[in-house]
């Protein structure tokens, strides 16, 4: 009868078992039962990562719900804090970023932070059925911000006017 071999002889793995069933001793399976509890360690890290992986995205949902439930009760500040909670736990999640900008801009006038997440929900979701209307609330916010910047016009009319009232009196 023929074993089938997954390496080749004259392998570590070859040491493991070895044609008449003892264990290896000596160096060789000091090396094969380090090597064991290395993949095993790995295995472990591997494990506890795809779980606190899972706990941040259900940690996420739980923000996201909650955000959507203060929302709901016009609570507002709060709908934006876990909005935001939710967004740190979970960046790749369109939903919570397009929430958070829908309530910073309509609720609060924070566009800059409206467009940073209608940005952001583009980039996730750029096939979105929404998209249009996330584009023009983008156009908007864009609008909302220029007209808040101070123009150059604005200052040279202020010195004008001052000139006119010093040279009135």
Do not use: W
Request: glycine content about 8%.
């Amino acid at each position: 009868i023929k074993h089938v071999r997954s390496e080749p002889e004259g392998t570590l793995a070859a040491a493991r078992a070895p044609s008449n069933g003892v264990p290896a001793r000596g160096a060789a399976g000091t090396v094969l039962a380090a090597q064991d509890k290395t993949l095993d360690v790995l295995g472990m890290m591997e494990s506890f990562r795809r779980t606190r992986d899972e706990m941040k995205t259900n940690q996420a949902k739980v923000h996201y719900n909650m955000g959507n439930i203060y929302f709901g009760q016009g609570e507002y500040k709060k709908a934006v804090q876990e909005y935001q909670r939710a967004v740190d736990l979970a960046p790749s999640d369109a939903n919570a970023h397009f929430n958070l900008g829908f309530v910073c801009g309509e609720y609060f006038g924070d566009m800059e932070r409206a467009l940073r997440h209608y940005r952001r929900y583009l980039s996730l979701r750029p096939d979105a059925d929404d998209a249009p209307l996330v584009e023009e609330k983008i156009v908007e916010a864009q609008l909302q911000l220029r007209a808040r910047m101070p123009s150059g016009l604005e200052d040279e009319v202020r010195r004008e006017m001052n000139a006119v009232r010093g040279a009135v009196r």
